[in-house]
């Protein structure tokens, strides 16, 4: 009965301390599970978000009737929509970028979107700035030329073609300013009619 006991004392310490350290274990696995630094995901949900709000900004987009004729590409980066290609006018350029910008989660939106309106304007800029650099450069080519040195000759560009007016000391001088006019980048052509000799 004594040894029976002592045994039956033992086994129960013994499934005793097993229970103790398997309570331990699991405890410190789970402290080790907490304290593990966890995976960063905000590069993944905004991702998902950006794609989100690609697909609604389309969806968007072909629900308006004034862009059926457009031709657009909508991409988003952090909330941010970009939309490229073009618009059939200046109106369904501005009308994408209304609807883009209603959609949820939009931040902003950059409209590169070409219209037949804007392409015009562009066009005009690049013109006027190329005229006034031409009038530009002839008139200091001029002025440090000795030939014409000490007479006034007033330049005007209007696309491309140089318009001479004043007086020089000869013919010669004329032909010679109208070269000099010449080689200056981006003339098309030079018109000396209104240059005439001086004291004539």
């Not at 039956?8 to 331990?24: E, H, P, Y």
């Not at 007086?167 to 981006?186: P, R, T």
């Amino acid at each position: 009965m004594t040894s029976f006991c002592k045994n039956a004392f033992c086994n129960a310490l013994i499934a005793t301390s097993l229970a103790v350290g398997f309570g331990i274990g699991v405890a410190d696995a789970a402290s080790d599970e907490a304290t593990k630094p966890q995976a960063h995901s905000d590069g993944v949900v905004a991702m998902v978000t950006d794609t989100a709000i690609t697909a609604k900004v389309k969806v968007r987009l072909m629900g308006e009737d004034s862009l059926k004729k457009s031709d657009i590409d909508v991409t988003t980066t952090n909330g941010v929509v970009t939309l490229k290609g073009s618009a059939s006018s200046s109106d369904a350029k501005s009308t994408a970028e209304t609807a883009a910008k209603s959609v949820e989660g939009v931040k902003s939106v950059d409209n590169n979107l070409r219209s037949p309106g804007s392409s015009k304007t562009l066009a005009k800029t690049k013109r006027v700035v190329s005229d006034s650099w031409i009038t530009t450069k002839v008139k200091s080519e001029i002025l440090a030329d000795s030939i014409s040195k000490g007479f006034e000759v007033h330049v005007k560009t209007i696309r491309g073609v140089v318009v001479l007016k004043g007086a020089l000391a000869n013919q010669d001088a004329i032909d010679h300013v109208k070269d000099i006019a010449q080689s200056v980048e981006g003339v098309k052509s030079v018109d000396t009619s209104d240059l005439t000799v001086a004291g004539k």
